[in-house]
């Protein structure tokens, strides 16, 4: 990445972070993937219980790597056989988890977190039961503002995600929101986190970097 552009990513991430405080929730600036793993071991201490949100950027950070390392007690949802009613179970235990990880479809300057689910276990456990809340975002995901965030939503992550997943939906073959009412439709549950009434809760971690959708 251009030099330049490197420094006009920081003055956003650092004004998100600003806001983020402002709205009594932590942010921190890392400069790569090294720095990332050494920030959430100061967050999270070794053997804690630890849960994970759907995340492409907890993959390409190597973040889901890290959590299997036998570093903590990690409820891992992408462990192989699992069956739904395993899931509900792990879904359930994560709301008693130390730590919760996870990224955000979007996070505005303004310092909110923009979020949309299908299941909505993700968003719930943002929202309550874990000690805390770990949120490892690129740059990629800051958006001016709420409209921005919900038109990342409609126009990268949701068709993104569907293709991924290969959903029956509209937007795996158009590329953009329909606004479907398929049963496999991954847009059900709307959240904005505005502000933690509870301080030292949500940490939101930035890489100068894209990644996840």
């Not at 090294?34 to 630890?50: A, F, G, N, R």
């Not at 923009?114 to 990629?140: E, F, H, Q, S, W």
């Not at 921005?148 to 158009?174: D, M, Q, S, V, W």
Request: aromatic share 8%; glycine share 6%; charged share 30%.
């Amino acid at each position: 990445m251009d030099k330049n552009v490197v420094w006009v990513n920081e003055q956003k991430i650092e004004r998100t972070i600003q806001a983020l405080e402002k709205n009594n929730m932590k942010g921190y600036l890392v400069k790569n993937k090294e720095e990332l793993l050494e920030k959430i071991q100061e967050l999270v201490k070794e053997d804690s219980l630890v849960g994970c949100g759907g995340s492409m950027t907890l993959f390409e950070t190597g973040v889901i790597d890290f959590l299997r390392s036998g570093k903590y007690k990690f409820l891992d949802r992408y462990e192989a056989n699992l069956t739904q009613e395993d899931l509900k179970e792990m879904y359930r235990k994560t709301f008693c988890a130390d730590a919760y990880f996870t990224s955000t479809n979007a996070i505005t300057e303004n310092g909110e977190l923009y979020n949309v689910d299908g299941n909505g276990n993700r968003i719930a456990a943002m929202l309550y039961g874990p000690d805390k809340v770990i949120v490892i975002t690129g740059v990629n995901k800051i958006v001016k503002n709420v409209e921005e965030a919900i038109n990342r939503n409609k126009e990268i992550c949701a068709p993104a995600n569907a293709k991924r997943i290969g959903t029956n939906t509209p937007c795996k073959t158009t590329g953009q929101c329909m606004d479907c009412n398929s049963p496999d439709r991954i847009c059900c549950e709307y959240t904005l986190i505005k502000r933690q009434r509870m301080a030292d809760r949500i940490h939101v971690i930035f890489i100068n970097e894209n990644f996840g959708y």
